[in-house]
């Protein structure tokens, strides 16, 4: 099947299709093979007052389904199911694509797993494994109205960085979601908070991560379980706090290189 380009359509559902495009497959982070940024895409939805896409199989392009410029606050659609995998941007979410619900999907082998680059939009039930970066929360080019949606129930897990905020002015809740180990199987995956403000991790497992915090962010963790070790690197002039937290038995935490309790003072 070739891409489906839903540019300027204002309502449509999408249902039970596979695309496979030319593109590369993907190896692991920093290969110079893996799929790069380009025009091809699986599925384009640009200007959709109302949209519908379920069970989609896409892989080996650029872009597989790529949503932008949602024409009002109360617009908005749904992307249900499905696997799509080897991509430079599994799912991206962009230019003021908001609205939008994601459930269900498989993301895998992609560069960037799924890029929520626009506002209010929500992410539930799904997961994001063998990415260089997992979830990517932010606004690149920095933007405004960027993030302030939710990811709820979230796994992902085994990717080089599982989840990664970047510019976010207006915050993001995380919650149950698990981000555990990196590429390898039980090596450390990380989580990266650059450049933004008001990320909170509610609940859900850490395990085998390295999480950083740059001298500009905000990092809040409730009641999150960590198994395995955590290693926890704050930038002077970043904040942190942790409360609630449980460390199950033989689990390791590091907070800028001392051991760590899991929970703040």
Sequence with gaps: MNSIDFTNVPEFRLSGFDLVGSGPLYLGYGDDENPVDGPSF??????????SIVDPIIKQVANGIDVSQTPS????????????????????LHDAGEGVFVSEANVSDCVFGVVVDSGNSNLVNGQTTRCSVGLLIGANPAGPNNAHGSVVGWNSRHNK????????TLGHYLGGCNFIGGQAGADQGGIQIYNSKGIMIDGGQIAYANIT???????????????????????????????????MAGATLTYNGAPFSGNTP
């Design 213 to 247: 915090v740059d001298a500009t962010s905000q990092l809040v963790l409730r009641d999150v379980t960590f198994r395995g070790p955590v290693n926890i690197t704050v930038a002077t002039g970043g904040s942190f706090d942790a409360k609630g937290c449980f460390a």
């Design 161 to 168: 960085y599982n989840l990664s905020c970047q510019n976010v």
């Design 73 to 92: 606050w109360q617009d908005g659609g749904s992307i249900r199911g499905g696997r799509v995998s080897h991509c430079f941007r599994g799912i991206w």
């Design 42 to 51: 699986g599925t384009k939805v640009k200007q959709s007052k109302a949209f």
